[in-house]
């Protein structure tokens, strides 16, 4: 038993962790990044199992993991207000062409982060030219571009 009662304080430990270091962690995650988690599953996998390296006790911490994340996607599916605690909700970054600058600091996102998306998705250059960039809840940015004005037509005399 207490190595299920390990397993479910390090499960909730981490998805702390992950919380706490912004979406856009898992959304663009980098070398370092992966490295990092194989890392921190090492050193996790060790505190867990201590001296005890048996399938039975390898099977019941994996079993421990799915069943919480199980119940963790049941209470997120049953009740939408702790879903958007557990998982978070849309920021609007960029409003009209204006960037949000307390928000993308809080959300740790540069103004270059939103320029890449709108020129990787739109073949945007400026922010003049989005109506509205979104972190999304799983740290991508949704570009929504400005309306582009209609062209005049000349007329042939």
Do not use: C
Not at 8 to 27: D, K, M, N, P
Not at 56 to 80: H, K, Q, Y
Not at 93 to 116: F, Q, S, T, W, Y
């Amino acid at each position: 038993m207490d190595s299920v009662i390990k397993a479910a304080v390090v499960y909730f430990v981490l998805w702390a962790i992950i919380r706490i270091s912004g979406r856009r962690t898992l959304g663009e995650m980098t070398a370092f990044d992966f490295v990092l988690f194989l890392i921190i599953g090492g050193a996790t996998q060790r505190g867990l199992t201590g001296e005890d390296y048996s399938l039975t006790n390898a099977f019941l911490l994996i079993i421990t993991f799915v069943a919480i994340d199980i119940l963790m996607s049941l209470i997120e599916r049953g009740a939408p207000h702790v879903r958007r605690v557990l998982e978070g909700e849309p920021m609007i970054m960029v409003e009209n062409g204006k960037p949000l600058r307390h928000r993308m600091h809080r959300a740790r996102i540069a103004e270059d982060d939103v320029l890449e998306a709108a020129r990787r998705m739109h073949g945007l250059e400026r922010l003049d030219q989005i109506k509205f960039a979104i972190l999304e809840a799983n740290g991508h940015i949704t570009i929504i571009p400005a309306a582009k004005p209609p062209r005049s037509r000349k007329r042939a005399a």
